[in-house]
């Protein structure tokens, strides 16, 4: 049976930040866990947990990286009910048309062009995502203390720091506000990217009209 067959619904959602130069590419996993799953009803507690953080060391070949995610991804209880959302910006995206090539066995894969627009919109297969719709939320549920984290987690705590570098600033011409970091003071936020693009893909309902936040 193939690995893309139906394992029952998306439980794991993946963010992919294709790293450049100098950039570390990262991989983050969160996970929506139902409580008392056997008796799902509209009162079901939902618990969202952030269960696997990693890093390919820097100039690792992107032909590399997706032979490693194949293998990953092949693993249980991943195979087949994970939802990966990629860094579709500047060479992410042919980064993201190899994964497609090499057919993960995941359930979906998502592009994601992160931008500095005010909307989310999809053009041409492409989701086209604010950076500040992808970083503010998390940055809301880190500050909440709502998304579980396991002791010990690997890169918790750059991904802590990455993610507390992040400032929101207004544009006094347009009135519009961005999220950004100061590369002198946290000169990464791969991680931070790939976590959004996480939970970014697990908040959202993809339908063919509209794109709705779910719990």
Same mark, same amino acid.
């Given at each position: 049976m193939s690995?893309?067959?139906?394992?029952g619904r998306i439980r794991y959602f993946a963010g992919l930040d294709i790293g450049q130069l100098?950039?570390?590419?990262?991989?983050?996993?969160? !996970?929506?866990?139902?409580?008392?799953e056997d008796a799902l009803d509209i009162e079901t507690q939902v618990e969202h947990r952030l269960v696997h953080l990693d890093r390919f060391e820097l100039g690792t070949p992107y032909p590399e990286v997706v032979d490693r995610l194949g293998v990953f991804f092949a693993r249980e209880p991943l195979a087949g009910r994970t939802r990966l959302a990629v860094d579709a910006t500047g060479v992410g995206l042919a980064v993201f048309q190899d994964l497609k090539?090499?057919?993960?066995?995941v359930?979906?894969?998502?592009p994601v062009l992160i931008t500095a627009g005010s909307q989310v919109n999809k053009e041409g297969g492409i989701w086209r995502v604010p950076k500040r719709d992808l970083v503010h939320p998390l940055r809301v549920r880190f500050e909440e203390k709502s998304i579980k984290i396991p002791r010990g987690l690997v890169h918790l705590e750059a991904l802590t720091e !990455?993610?507390?570098?992040?400032?929101m600033k207004v544009n006094q011409k347009t009135g519009h506000d961005s999220y950004a970091n100061d590369p002198r003071e946290t000169p990464h936020?791969?991680?931070?990217?790939?976590? &959004?693009? &996480?939970?970014?893909s697990m908040s959202q309902r993809f339908g063919r009209r509209t794109l709705q936040m779910v719990r």
């Open positions: 690995t893309r067959a139906s394992k100098s950039d570390y590419t990262a991989l983050a996993i969160m !996970e929506r866990v139902y409580v008392n090539k090499a057919r993960l066995p359930r979906e894969i998502l !990455e993610l507390a570098g992040y400032e936020d791969d991680l931070v990217l790939a976590t &959004a693009l &996480a939970y970014w």
